[in-house]
């Protein structure tokens, strides 16, 4: 007997603390940098310094340490870089509102000192996710990790502007964009969230300067009134008959009485209101378009706040909205508003604070992406770059082939600011990767920073080469870049992936990593998006305490199928938990019996056909797990796993060599049942061990000749080849089960043995039969079995086909029961079962039928109601199957 056992019960809490600080403290995921191994490499999608682990970090988390793990096992020297986002936004408004319980701003504190305290702030409260994902396994190099603000990757940064500046493809314009009035800041189209809104739609009547042909005015339809304030023209298109002639004529604006110009312009939909529109170039992105082709001027009538400025006339100082409401109000006192429609709208919210945000003409930063978008456009045409799914390829295309430029600029203190400097003396712009001392130009020392920081995204856009040392040379970036694969969600394939693929191109001239996995979206059980709102989140951190956190982990590994997105319950988690039970039971019955010659490797002649046939199936699920796995096939792998565990490992592997590991055929057969087993066990763990590390790495540390840790053993190798053993064995295994349904649908009594005939015409399925007639005898409860190549059928037999596995003929199988059984007995007990059942399911087919349940009642219910009447169907044919099996023995 082993002297080391397992504790009864699994306790997840214990083993995942103790296992999580010791692959930390030995430094499993740090690579060996003079290592002769081929290489294996990711990045982590940085998580939001203010951010708390969530579903989805949970899955891409768990799926990059599955292919992390797999990876080292398999002989490749691995680096997974981890590494926090500074979050420019989210931190500031953070730090902003724990000042302003202290009844102060950031303006009253300075700028350094805002700095001083956001910096204060990461050191006691920014490590939060890190130790979550610690605490989920994730066995990153954790002594390489990277802050997005960090004096190397801020060197980066600047490496880079000042790269992109003096090549002209950063710029500084007035541009229109879209500003949040709320935070203060320029956003990025990527970062507006548009809902659909009711809203209207008015109906303005502009006075023409002059009556022409008849008409005084001409009505114009606008969803934003307030706007109208700065319009510089009316447009109409020049093929719309109605207003052709008035183009180049003079129309007054309304309430500011300044006169300003009908166009004509092609964009403008004759369908839209009335055809008529008016054009705000400072406030709408497709009237700064039509201002730049017609040459008209740009009129901001808004401040930083959504405040009317001083160019609103008498509305100056009202809300942008509480100024809609009166211009409205006037408009109608001077009978200028025709009427008010119910309008949808798509309205845009900023992504941080859900603020509405305001079209605004500024002055920012740009990045002129089109050069830099054609390569890598071109690096996932010629397959330099693949998506996994491939379908996402049309997603990255669509949006990178009518890509617009991209504002950098952000007008926020946190984060990288902008290298440029101000000269007040001769107004020159000096960029520089090092702060300079004087202007460029004229040699001022009067100069001034840029008071702007860059987007969040333009420093992560670098991760990949940056965090590997970039702009040194370093070892890293000689063997680890190009990254092998990226793992990360749909919704960041335009803010992070393509960014890293343009940035890693332009300045390592070469693609960022050569797979893009994209991982599916975590949803509730019935397909819902989880909200808080919606009361249907789960809460990960709550799932590890209660089930453990290999049982999530391999929940979100089965689940995660390509293409599809993950529908999500809580029982599904503990129904891993279960298989986390069936592991520990697994090994517990394994220390159990193995003796002092548990290690070591029995000889073939050793080995009986179970042996044979459990070593195949491990085989099989060996190739089986990999194959998935370097496909990206997490789905596919686990389940492998699973159905080897459960049900072959547990279910018949255990059961078959039972008796030898009691003894009763020998010492010599114990101890190869024993080696087998653990053998077994030992490559099982070791497959397991990417998708459950912690109660891997524990029961592993139990059994004979354990190594330090699980997580640095090879990863298990197929053996010699017993497919032709397997096949008899799983035709064995096929006749048992043909028994055994024959005892439960004819309801045989637990502890009666049966006889058993079997015909066949294949020498073969014969020879197989009696090889493993034991097998037959004790798992099928048969005390005794004849075996024939034909033959009359047994008097009062319950008749079964089998067999047919491996190119192998069928087997027909009797079964005497005339005096096992009450036969009158049972087929009253068939009878009325089926007459139960059959009421049963004439109400769910009823239900079913009914046109107006299906279309109104819950998608959930409905596909519940129609699980339920398959499962009413099956039960129903093997009533059937019974009672016709009864009949034929009376006969």
Same mark, same amino acid.
């Given at each position: 007997?082993?002297?080391?056992?397992?504790?009864?019960?699994?306790?997840?809490?214990?083993?995942?603390?103790?296992?999580?600080?010791?692959?930390? #403290?030995?430094?499993?995921?740090?690579?060996?940098?003079?290592?002769?191994?081929?290489?294996?490499?990711?990045?982590?999608?940085?998580?939001?310094?203010?951010?708390?682990? @969530?579903?989805?970090?949970?899955?891409?988390?768990?799926?990059?340490?599955?292919?992390?793990?797999?990876?080292?096992?398999?002989?490749?020297?691995?680096?997974?870089?981890?590494?926090?986002?500074?979050?420019?936004?989210?931190?500031?408004?953070?730090?902003?509102?724990?000042?302003?319980?202290?009844?102060?701003?950031?303006?009253?504190?300075?700028?350094?000192?805002?700095?001083?305290?956001?910096?204060?702030?990461?050191?006691?409260?920014?490590?939060?996710?890190?130790?979550?994902?610690?605490?989920?396994?994730?066995?990153?190099?954790?002594?390489?990790?990277?802050?997005?603000?960090?004096?190397?990757?801020?060197?980066?940064?600047?490496?880079?502007?000042?790269?992109?500046?003096?090549?002209? &493809?950063?710029?500084?314009?007035?541009? =229109?964009?879209?500003?949040?009035?709320?935070?203060?800041?320029?956003?990025?189209?990527?970062?507006?969230?548009?809902?659909?809104?009711?809203?209207?739609?008015?109906?303005?009547?502009?006075?023409?300067?002059?009556?022409?042909?008849?008409?005084?005015?001409? /009505?114009?339809?606008?969803?934003?009134?307030?706007?109208?304030?700065?319009?510089?023209?009316?447009?109409?298109?020049?093929?719309?008959?109605?207003?052709?002639?008035?183009?180049?004529?003079?129309?007054? &604006?309304?309430?500011?009485?300044?006169? =300003?110009?009908?166009?004509?312009?092609?964009?403008?939909?004759?369908?839209?209101?009335?055809?008529?529109?008016?054009? /705000?170039?400072?406030?709408?992105?497709?009237?700064?378009?039509?201002?730049?082709?017609?040459?008209?001027?740009?009129?901001?009538?808004?401040?930083?706040?959504?405040?009317?400025?001083?160019?609103?006339?008498?509305?100056?100082?009202?809300?942008?909205?509480?100024?809609?409401?009166? =211009?409205?109000?006037?408009?109608?006192?001077?009978?200028?508003?025709?009427?008010?429609?119910?309008?949808?709208?798509?309205?845009?919210?900023?992504?941080?604070? %859900?603020?509405?945000?305001?079209?605004?003409?500024?002055?920012?930063?740009?990045?002129?992406?089109?050069?830099?978008?054609?390569?890598?456009?071109?690096?996932?045409?010629?397959?330099?770059?693949?998506?996994?799914?491939?379908?996402?390829?049309?997603?990255?295309?669509?949006?990178?082939?009518?890509?617009?430029?991209?504002?950098?600029?952000?007008?926020?203190?946190?984060? @990288?600011?902008?290298?440029?400097?101000?000269?007040?003396?001769?107004?020159?712009?000096?960029?520089?990767?090092?702060?300079?001392?004087?202007?460029?130009?004229?040699?001022?020392?009067?100069?001034?920073?840029?008071?702007?920081?860059?987007?969040?995204?333009?420093? %992560?856009?670098?991760?990949?080469?940056?965090?590997?040392?970039?702009?040194?040379?370093?070892?890293?970036?000689?063997?680890?870049?190009?990254?092998?694969?990226?793992?990360?969600?749909?919704?960041?394939?335009?803010?992070?992936?393509?960014?890293?693929?343009?940035?890693?191109?332009?300045?390592?001239?070469?693609?960022?990593?050569?797979?893009?996995?994209?991982?599916?979206?975590?949803?509730?059980?019935?397909?819902?998006?989880?909200?808080?709102?919606?009361?249907?989140?789960?809460?990960?951190?709550?799932?590890?305490?209660?089930?453990?956190?290999?049982?999530?982990?391999?929940?979100?590994?089965?689940?995660?199928?390509?293409?599809?997105?993950?529908?999500?319950?809580?029982?599904?988690?503990?129904?891993?938990?279960?298989?986390?039970?069936?592991?520990?039971?697994?090994?517990?019955?394994?220390?159990?019996?193995?003796?002092?010659?548990?290690?070591?490797?029995?000889?073939?002649?050793? &080995?009986?056909?179970?042996?044979?046939?459990?070593?195949?199936?491990?085989?099989?699920?060996?190739?089986?797990?990999?194959?998935?796995?370097?496909?990206?096939?997490?789905?596919?792998?686990?389940?492998?796993?699973?159905?080897?565990?459960? @049900?072959?490992?547990?279910?018949?592997?255990?059961?078959?060599?039972?008796?030898?590991?009691?003894?009763?055929?020998?010492?010599?057969?114990?101890?190869?049942?024993?080696?087998?087993?653990?053998?077994?066990?030992?490559?099982?763990?070791?497959?397991?061990?990417?998708?459950?590390?912690?109660?891997?790495?524990?029961?592993?540390?139990?059994?004979?000749?354990?190594?330090?840790?699980?997580?640095?053993?090879?990863?298990?190798?197929?053996?010699?080849?017993?497919?032709?053993?397997?096949?008899?064995?799983?035709?064995?295994?096929?006749?048992?089960?043909?028994?055994?349904?024959?005892?439960?649908?004819?309801?045989?009594?637990? #502890?009666?043995?049966?006889?058993?005939?079997?015909?066949?015409?294949?020498?073969?399925?014969?020879?197989?039969?009696?090889?493993?007639?034991?097998?037959?005898?004790?798992?099928?409860?048969?005390? @005794?079995?004849?075996?024939?190549?034909?033959?009359?059928?047994?008097?009062?037999?319950?008749?079964?086909?089998?067999?047919?596995?491996?190119?192998?003929?069928?087997?027909?199988?009797?079964?005497?029961?005339?005096?096992?059984?009450?036969?009158?007995?049972?087929?009253?007990?068939?009878?009325?079962?089926?007459?139960?059942?059959?009421?049963?399911?004439?109400?769910?087919?009823?239900?079913?039928?009914?046109?107006?349940?299906?279309?109104?009642?819950?998608? #959930?219910?409905?596909?519940?109601?129609?699980?339920?009447?398959?499962?009413?169907?099956?039960?129903?044919?093997?009533?059937?199957?019974? &009672?016709?099996?009864?009949?034929?023995?009376?006969?």
């Amino acid at each position: 007997m082993s002297e080391r056992t397992l504790e009864k019960t699994y306790e997840p809490q214990s083993v995942e603390e103790r296992w999580s600080r010791f692959w930390i #403290d030995e430094k499993i995921g740090t690579p060996d940098l003079e290592s002769k191994k081929p290489t294996f490499s990711m990045v982590i999608p940085p998580p939001n310094i203010t951010g708390a682990l @969530h579903l989805g970090h949970a899955l891409n988390s768990t799926l990059q340490d599955i292919l992390a793990r797999y990876k080292r096992m398999k002989g490749y020297n691995v680096l997974w870089l981890p590494g926090i986002d500074h979050a420019g936004i989210a931190t500031q408004n953070v730090v902003e509102k724990q000042i302003a319980k202290e009844g102060v701003d950031r303006h009253q504190i300075g700028r350094e000192e805002f700095i001083n305290r956001v910096w204060k702030w990461k050191a006691e409260s920014g490590g939060t996710i890190i130790n979550q994902l610690k605490r989920l396994g994730a066995s990153c190099d954790w002594t390489r990790l990277r802050f997005t603000m960090d004096e190397g990757l801020s060197k980066a940064v600047r490496e880079v502007f000042t790269g992109l500046y003096d090549e002209g &493809l950063i710029y500084r314009g007035d541009y =229109i964009i879209n500003w949040c009035p709320r935070c203060h800041t320029a956003l990025s189209d990527l970062e507006v969230e548009f809902t659909e809104t009711d809203g209207s739609l008015w109906y303005i009547d502009y006075p023409l300067a002059e009556p022409f042909a008849g008409l005084k005015t001409l /009505t114009v339809a606008t969803t934003r009134p307030e706007t109208m304030l700065g319009d510089t023209a009316v447009a109409v298109n020049p093929n719309d008959e109605r207003y052709g002639k008035l183009i180049g004529k003079k129309i007054m &604006l309304p309430l500011m009485n300044r006169e =300003i110009r009908i166009i004509g312009d092609d964009t403008v939909s004759v369908e839209f209101g009335t055809g008529a529109v008016k054009i /705000t170039p400072a406030h709408d992105f497709n009237d700064f378009e039509v201002a730049k082709r017609h040459d008209l001027p740009s009129i901001r009538i808004m401040d930083i706040n959504g405040r009317m400025n001083e160019n609103a006339g008498e509305f100056q100082g009202l809300d942008r909205f509480a100024a809609r409401k009166k =211009i409205v109000e006037e408009l109608t006192n001077l009978g200028l508003m025709q009427k008010i429609d119910k309008h949808k709208l798509m309205l845009g919210s900023c992504y941080r604070c %859900s603020t509405v945000v305001e079209p605004t003409l500024s002055k920012q930063w740009f990045v002129k992406v089109g050069p830099l978008a054609e390569p890598a456009i071109k690096a996932v045409e010629d397959g330099s770059i693949k998506f996994v799914p491939k379908g996402w390829e049309n997603t990255y295309f669509d949006w990178m082939r009518n890509i617009r430029d991209w504002c950098i600029s952000r007008q926020i203190w946190w984060g @990288h600011r902008i290298p440029a400097w101000h000269c007040g003396n001769c107004s020159h712009v000096t960029v520089a990767a090092i702060d300079p001392a004087k202007c460029s130009k004229c040699g001022s020392d009067n100069i001034e920073q840029d008071p702007d920081v860059l987007d969040t995204w333009f420093s %992560s856009a670098l991760w990949p080469f940056s965090t590997l040392g970039w702009p040194d040379k370093t070892k890293e970036q000689e063997l680890f870049y190009p990254t092998s694969v990226l793992s990360t969600s749909f919704d960041i394939i335009f803010f992070w992936v393509a960014r890293m693929i343009m940035m890693g191109l332009k300045f390592k001239g070469d693609v960022p990593f050569k797979d893009v996995y994209i991982h599916a979206l975590i949803r509730d059980a019935q397909g819902q998006k989880m909200s808080k709102s919606k009361g249907n989140v789960i809460d990960p951190l709550v799932m590890m305490e209660r089930y453990g956190t290999d049982a999530l982990r391999f929940t979100l590994a089965v689940l995660a199928a390509q293409g599809r997105d993950i529908k999500l319950a809580e029982d599904r988690i503990e129904g891993y938990r279960n298989f986390c039970n069936k592991i520990w039971n697994l090994a517990r019955f394994t220390l159990m019996n193995i003796g002092e010659n548990a290690q070591g490797y029995p000889d073939d002649a050793s &080995l009986n056909m179970a042996d044979k046939w459990i070593l195949a199936r491990r085989d099989l699920c060996i190739n089986e797990v990999a194959e998935a796995l370097d496909g990206y096939r997490f789905d596919d792998a686990a389940r492998a796993l699973y159905r080897f565990v459960w @049900h072959e490992l547990c279910d018949w592997y255990v059961e078959l060599i039972k008796l030898d590991l009691r003894g009763e055929h020998g010492e010599e057969r114990k101890q190869a049942s024993v080696q087998v087993l653990v053998n077994v066990l030992k490559d099982t763990l070791k497959m397991l061990h990417p998708f459950m590390p912690f109660i891997t790495e524990e029961i592993y540390n139990y059994l004979p000749g354990a190594g330090k840790t699980l997580s640095l053993t090879e990863y298990p190798k197929t053996g010699k080849d017993y497919r032709q053993v397997a096949g008899d064995m799983e035709n064995i295994m096929d006749v048992i089960r043909a028994i055994r349904n024959i005892r439960t649908e004819m309801n045989v009594a637990q #502890d009666i043995r049966t006889e058993a005939f079997f015909y066949s015409q294949d020498i073969d399925m014969r020879e197989a039969l009696t090889k493993g007639e034991e097998y037959i005898k004790q798992l099928a409860k048969v005390k @005794h079995l004849t075996i024939r190549e034909s033959g009359e059928r047994p008097k009062d037999a319950v008749t079964a086909i089998a067999g047919g596995q491996e190119g192998r003929s069928h087997v027909e199988i009797f079964v005497p029961l005339a005096e096992l059984i009450d036969i009158e007995a049972e087929t009253k007990r068939l009878n009325k079962e089926l007459e139960k059942l059959n009421a049963e399911l004439e109400g769910v087919e009823k239900k079913l039928s009914n046109e107006a349940f299906v279309a109104k009642a819950p998608k #959930d219910v409905v596909e519940k109601d129609r699980a339920r009447l398959a499962g009413l169907k099956e039960k129903r044919a093997k009533l059937e199957s019974g &009672l016709e099996q009864i009949r034929s023995i009376k006969k």
